[in-house]
Protein backbone atom coordinates (compact mmCIF):
# COMPACT_ATOMS: atom_id res chain seq x y z
CA UNK A 1 0.00 0.00 0.00
CA UNK A 2 0.65 3.73 -0.11
CA UNK A 3 2.46 3.41 3.26
CA UNK A 4 4.81 0.64 2.72
CA UNK A 5 5.71 1.96 -0.76
CA UNK A 6 6.41 5.60 0.91
CA UNK A 7 8.22 3.83 3.72
CA UNK A 8 11.04 2.15 0.72
CA UNK A 9 11.21 5.20 -1.01
CA UNK A 10 12.05 7.06 1.95
CA UNK A 11 14.91 4.05 2.98
CA UNK A 12 16.31 4.82 -0.25
CA UNK A 13 16.49 8.57 -0.98
CA UNK A 14 18.30 8.56 2.45
CA UNK A 15 20.92 6.06 1.57
CA UNK A 16 24.02 6.49 -0.52
CA UNK A 17 23.89 3.79 -2.71
CA UNK A 18 25.05 4.45 -6.12
CA UNK A 19 21.41 3.35 -7.82
CA UNK A 20 19.15 5.06 -5.12
CA UNK A 21 16.97 7.74 -6.97
CA UNK A 22 16.81 5.39 -10.23
CA UNK A 23 14.91 3.19 -7.18
CA UNK A 24 13.20 5.79 -5.60
CA UNK A 25 11.68 6.90 -9.39
CA UNK A 26 10.90 3.35 -10.52
CA UNK A 27 8.83 3.32 -7.25
CA UNK A 28 6.82 6.49 -7.87
CA UNK A 29 6.39 5.03 -10.96
CA UNK A 30 5.11 1.61 -9.78
CA UNK A 31 2.63 3.13 -7.94
CA UNK A 32 1.32 5.22 -10.05
CA UNK A 33 0.64 2.82 -12.62
CA UNK A 34 -1.08 0.50 -9.73
CA UNK A 35 -3.16 3.53 -8.81
CA UNK A 36 -4.24 3.56 -12.92
CA UNK A 37 -4.90 0.17 -12.86
CA UNK A 38 -7.38 0.56 -10.24
CA UNK A 39 -5.41 -0.27 -6.90
CA UNK A 40 -6.25 2.94 -4.98
CA UNK A 41 -4.15 1.49 -2.37
CA UNK A 42 -1.19 2.28 -4.00
CA UNK A 43 -2.21 6.11 -4.73
CA UNK A 44 1.42 8.41 -4.11
CA UNK A 45 0.63 11.09 -1.97
CA UNK A 46 2.15 14.53 -0.98
CA UNK A 47 5.00 12.49 0.94
CA UNK A 48 5.19 10.06 -2.18
CA UNK A 49 6.20 13.28 -4.62
CA UNK A 50 8.38 15.15 -2.00
CA UNK A 51 10.53 12.17 -1.26
CA UNK A 52 11.19 12.09 -4.75
CA UNK A 53 12.39 15.41 -4.89
CA UNK A 54 14.66 15.30 -1.77
CA UNK A 55 16.42 12.13 -3.35
CA UNK A 56 16.69 14.59 -6.43
CA UNK A 57 18.38 17.22 -4.14
CA UNK A 58 20.86 15.04 -2.26
CA UNK A 59 21.88 13.07 -6.11
CA UNK A 60 25.74 13.69 -6.31
CA UNK A 61 24.82 13.17 -9.86
CA UNK A 62 22.47 15.74 -10.46
CA UNK A 63 22.64 17.29 -13.87
CA UNK A 64 20.58 20.01 -16.37
CA UNK A 65 17.66 17.77 -16.37
CA UNK A 66 17.12 16.95 -12.22
CA UNK A 67 15.67 20.43 -11.84
CA UNK A 68 13.44 20.07 -15.37
CA UNK A 69 12.03 16.84 -13.67
CA UNK A 70 11.48 18.71 -9.97
CA UNK A 71 9.42 21.28 -11.97
CA UNK A 72 7.64 19.02 -13.78
CA UNK A 73 6.26 16.90 -10.66
CA UNK A 74 5.35 19.88 -8.93
CA UNK A 75 3.03 20.75 -11.98
CA UNK A 76 1.80 17.58 -11.81
CA UNK A 77 0.71 17.97 -8.05
CA UNK A 78 -0.89 21.25 -8.94
CA UNK A 79 -2.99 19.50 -12.41
CA UNK A 80 -3.96 16.55 -9.83
CA UNK A 81 -4.82 19.10 -6.69
CA UNK A 82 -7.08 21.37 -9.14
CA UNK A 83 -8.79 18.07 -10.13
CA UNK A 84 -9.45 17.10 -6.73
CA UNK A 85 -7.00 15.18 -5.10
CA UNK A 86 -6.32 17.55 -2.46
CA UNK A 87 -3.91 14.18 -1.14
CA UNK A 88 -1.41 15.73 -3.67
CA UNK A 89 -1.19 19.53 -2.73
CA UNK A 90 2.46 20.81 -2.52
CA UNK A 91 3.42 20.97 1.01
CA UNK A 92 6.37 23.62 2.46
CA UNK A 93 8.69 20.87 2.56
CA UNK A 94 7.98 19.86 -1.15
CA UNK A 95 8.10 23.91 -2.11
CA UNK A 96 11.12 23.97 0.62
CA UNK A 97 13.36 20.72 -1.88
CA UNK A 98 12.56 22.16 -5.15
CA UNK A 99 14.12 25.43 -3.93
CA UNK A 100 17.02 23.69 -2.70
CA UNK A 101 17.31 21.43 -6.32
CA UNK A 102 16.80 25.10 -7.82
CA UNK A 103 19.79 26.19 -5.82
CA UNK A 104 22.17 23.43 -7.07
CA UNK A 105 20.94 24.12 -10.49
CA UNK A 106 24.45 24.88 -12.98
CA UNK A 107 24.43 26.90 -16.20
CA UNK A 108 22.84 30.40 -17.39
CA UNK A 109 19.74 29.81 -15.19
CA UNK A 110 17.82 32.87 -13.79
CA UNK A 111 17.44 30.87 -10.47
CA UNK A 112 17.07 33.94 -8.08
CA UNK A 113 13.66 34.89 -10.64
CA UNK A 114 12.50 31.04 -10.14
CA UNK A 115 12.91 30.76 -6.44
CA UNK A 116 11.24 34.10 -5.64
CA UNK A 117 8.27 32.52 -7.75
CA UNK A 118 8.66 29.06 -5.88
CA UNK A 119 8.37 31.40 -2.82
CA UNK A 120 5.42 33.34 -3.58
CA UNK A 121 3.68 30.89 -4.58
CA UNK A 122 3.78 29.06 -0.96
CA UNK A 123 2.44 32.45 0.61
CA UNK A 124 -0.21 32.01 -1.92
CA UNK A 125 -1.20 29.31 -0.26
CA UNK A 126 -0.45 30.43 3.05
CA UNK A 127 2.42 28.07 3.79
CA UNK A 128 5.32 28.58 6.04
CA UNK A 129 8.64 29.87 4.68
CA UNK A 130 11.12 28.94 6.93
CA UNK A 131 14.64 29.04 7.41
CA UNK A 132 15.64 26.15 5.25
CA UNK A 133 13.67 27.90 2.42
CA UNK A 134 15.23 30.98 2.49
CA UNK A 135 18.56 29.43 3.20
CA UNK A 136 18.19 27.91 -0.40
CA UNK A 137 17.15 30.86 -1.78
CA UNK A 138 19.93 32.86 -0.90
CA UNK A 139 21.81 30.67 -2.35
CA UNK A 140 19.95 30.59 -5.60
CA UNK A 141 20.60 34.10 -5.60
CA UNK A 142 24.19 33.76 -5.26
CA UNK A 143 24.61 31.46 -8.10
CA UNK A 144 22.24 33.08 -10.62
CA UNK A 145 24.31 33.48 -13.92
CA UNK A 146 24.07 35.95 -16.97
CA UNK A 147 24.20 39.58 -17.65
CA UNK A 148 25.07 41.79 -14.84
CA UNK A 149 21.57 43.03 -15.07
CA UNK A 150 20.51 39.57 -13.87
CA UNK A 151 22.75 39.03 -11.16
CA UNK A 152 21.89 42.53 -9.57
CA UNK A 153 18.28 41.50 -10.02
CA UNK A 154 18.97 38.39 -8.25
CA UNK A 155 20.43 40.85 -5.45
CA UNK A 156 17.32 42.76 -5.08
CA UNK A 157 15.36 39.60 -4.56
CA UNK A 158 17.97 37.93 -2.13
CA UNK A 159 17.72 41.95 -0.64
CA UNK A 160 13.87 41.70 -0.10
CA UNK A 161 14.04 37.94 0.51
CA UNK A 162 16.50 38.27 3.51
CA UNK A 163 13.98 41.38 5.41
CA UNK A 164 11.09 38.81 5.07
CA UNK A 165 13.35 36.15 7.07
CA UNK A 166 14.61 38.31 9.76
CA UNK A 167 10.74 39.21 10.27
CA UNK A 168 9.69 35.57 10.20
CA UNK A 169 11.95 33.63 11.63
CA UNK A 170 13.52 34.07 14.83
CA UNK A 171 16.47 32.25 15.11
CA UNK A 172 18.06 32.46 11.25
CA UNK A 173 21.02 29.94 11.08
CA UNK A 174 24.40 30.54 10.39
CA UNK A 175 23.64 28.37 7.05
CA UNK A 176 21.43 31.34 6.03
CA UNK A 177 23.64 33.95 6.74
CA UNK A 178 25.99 32.91 5.08
CA UNK A 179 24.06 32.54 1.77
CA UNK A 180 22.93 35.92 1.78
CA UNK A 181 26.24 37.26 2.59
CA UNK A 182 27.77 35.28 -0.63
CA UNK A 183 24.29 37.10 -2.64
CA UNK A 184 26.07 40.38 -1.62
CA UNK A 185 29.05 39.38 -2.95
CA UNK A 186 29.45 42.29 -6.03
CA UNK A 187 26.88 44.26 -5.42
CA UNK A 188 26.56 45.32 -2.13
CA UNK A 189 29.73 45.73 0.61
CA UNK A 190 27.44 47.31 3.09
CA UNK A 191 24.36 45.27 3.44
CA UNK A 192 26.84 42.26 3.56
CA UNK A 193 28.27 44.21 6.67
CA UNK A 194 25.06 44.88 8.44
CA UNK A 195 24.17 40.70 7.74
CA UNK A 196 26.72 40.11 9.27
CA UNK A 197 26.31 42.43 12.33
CA UNK A 198 22.72 40.58 12.81
CA UNK A 199 24.45 37.36 12.58
CA UNK A 200 26.69 38.17 15.17
CA UNK A 201 23.90 38.70 17.10
CA UNK A 202 22.18 35.57 16.70
CA UNK A 203 25.66 33.76 18.14
CA UNK A 204 27.01 32.97 14.54
CA UNK A 205 29.57 35.66 14.22
CA UNK A 206 32.58 33.26 14.31
CA UNK A 207 30.87 30.38 12.47
CA UNK A 208 33.05 28.54 9.71
CA UNK A 209 30.97 29.33 7.33
CA UNK A 210 29.94 32.94 7.50
CA UNK A 211 33.96 33.60 8.32
CA UNK A 212 34.36 31.98 4.60
CA UNK A 213 31.58 34.29 3.31
CA UNK A 214 32.69 37.25 4.45
CA UNK A 215 36.32 36.95 4.00
CA UNK A 216 34.92 36.55 0.11
CA UNK A 217 32.64 39.44 -0.03
CA UNK A 218 33.90 42.21 2.68
CA UNK A 219 36.92 40.85 3.85
CA UNK A 220 37.49 44.27 5.26
CA UNK A 221 34.89 43.96 8.15
CA UNK A 222 36.73 41.19 10.06
CA UNK A 223 39.74 43.68 10.49
CA UNK A 224 37.61 46.28 12.06
CA UNK A 225 35.65 44.28 13.78
CA UNK A 226 38.51 42.47 15.54
Given amino acids: NTITFTSVMDA ?3 S ?12 LQKMEEIYKAGGKDAKPN ?3 YTITLRAFATDTNADEKTAEKALEILNKMKILERKGHKDLSPSAKTYGTIIRIIANRKGPHDNAKKVKELIQEMKNRSLQVDDFSFGYAFLA ?3 TRG ?11 ARSLYREMLQKVK ?28 CCKHGHGQDVRVIRAIKRCVPNVLKRLY
Avoid at 18 to 27: D, F, G, H, L, W
Avoid at 171 to 197: D, M, R, W
Fill in 171 to 198: SPSAVSYANFIQACYGNNEKVAEEAYLD
Fill in 147 to 157: SKARQNAAFVI
Fill in 16 to 27: KEKYAVSRVEAI
Fill in 12 to 14: WAK
Fill in 141 to 143: CSR
Fill in 46 to 48: TIS
